[in-house]
């Protein structure tokens, strides 16, 4: 049953992402904002939904590792997961802002994770304070960036046309999935994981975290196939960042989140910033600004190695 409930909880979590981030665009074209401050801000926020809803639930109902290691798990699986599949079916072309704004706050943002839970082995209110502050530095500082560009993210424009009651109708959706998906995960997670042996943050690091990426991968598979622009890698970086700025920042400023498993601070956020630094190193060799399918297939094989090694 235990089982029944994450798989339900899942795709309730994925319509759910998904009916919010249309309610939420329409509404956004409604109140005349631009497409590029959509694509930054709002899909960004809504997108990152299911993880934000997953970690708060998680932390309310007393398991701390789950809310951590969902945001730690999701970030490793965009970069070896999402990002390797998506650069396997189709290579993905780096701009230069990678380097220079996207990569070093992605990273940044995830030592300063690192130091808050190393410190005192909690994320407090104040932690989550600063990264959430730290979040809308970001967003201004980009959206200033990105107006001297012709670089926009892609938001479906038909969504303009959207009726009122429509919008009304996918954000009462979309709540009601989030809230009750999020719940069934979590409730099923830890009873799986007291089923089958394991602790909470080896079953949250993986099938829940992969679950909660899911949205990411099918989008970037099928754009791949079709030969459309992929997802860029900027917005698998956004998507790391808005995780561990407003996951976890808004989560541990509601309430504390403190470090149960030892495993986390020893093993898995190692991974993470394993990974998030291994992408500078792949942009630029052999071939500058590219992601070809050779390093997709060491993203893919190193998330494999890391799957493995969890269990």
């Known amino acids: ?6 798989i339900v909880g899942l795709l309730l979590l994925v319509f759910g992402g998904e009916f919010l981030v249309r309610s939420s665009v329409a509404l956004s074209f409604k109140l005349n904002i631009s497409k590029m401050v959509i694509g930054m801000t709002v899909v960004s926020f809504a997108t990152s939904a299911p993880e934000l809803l997953v970690s708060l639930q998680a932390a309310i109902d007393g398991s701390p590792a789950i809310a951590i290691n969902n945001v730690i798990g999701s970030n490793i699986a965009n970069i070896g997961l999402v990002l390797g ?6 290579p993905i072309a780096v701009s230069k802002d990678f380097y ?4 070093p706050v992605m990273m940044l943002f995830s030592v300063v994770l690192y130091y808050f839970l190393w410190n005192d082995g909690v994320l407090t209110r104040n932690e989550g304070m600063i990264l959430f502050l730290g979040l809308i530095v970001f967003l201004v500082v980009l959206i200033k960036s990105a107006k001297n560009t012709n670089d926009s993210d892609e938001v479906d424009e038909k969504l303009a046309g959207a009726k009122y009651i429509n919008i009304f109708i996918w954000l009462l959706l979309g709540g009601a999935a989030l809230y009750y998906g999020s719940d069934l995960l979590v409730v099923g997670a830890k009873d799986f994981a007291q089923k089958i042996g394991v602790s909470e943050g080896v079953i949250s ?3 829940i975290a992969i679950g ?3 949205p990411e991968l099918s989008a970037s598979i099928i754009a791949a196939v079709r030969g459309e622009k992929a997802i860029s890698l900027g917005n ?3 998507s790391n960042i ?4 407003s996951v976890l920042g808004l989560t541990s400023i509601i309430k504390d989140i403190p ?6 601070l020893n093993y898995d956020i190692f991974w993470m910033l394993g990974f998030t630094f291994a992408i500078l190193p792949l942009v630029f060799l052999p071939k500058k600004y590219e992601l070809n399918r050779l390093k997709g297939l060491v993203l893919f094989i190193g998330y494999l190695i890391f799957i493995y090694s969890i269990f």
């Open 1 to 6: 049953m235990s089982l029944a409930y994450v």
């Open 85 to 90: 599949v998506t650069a396997i079916i189709a």
């Open 100 to 103: 220079k704004l996207n990569w």
């Open 205 to 207: 690091i993986t099938m």
């Open 212 to 214: 909660t990426s899911v």
């Open 236 to 238: 698998l970086i956004g």
């Open 242 to 245: 808005f995780n561990i700025s």
């Open 259 to 264: 470090v149960t498993e030892q495993q986390i």
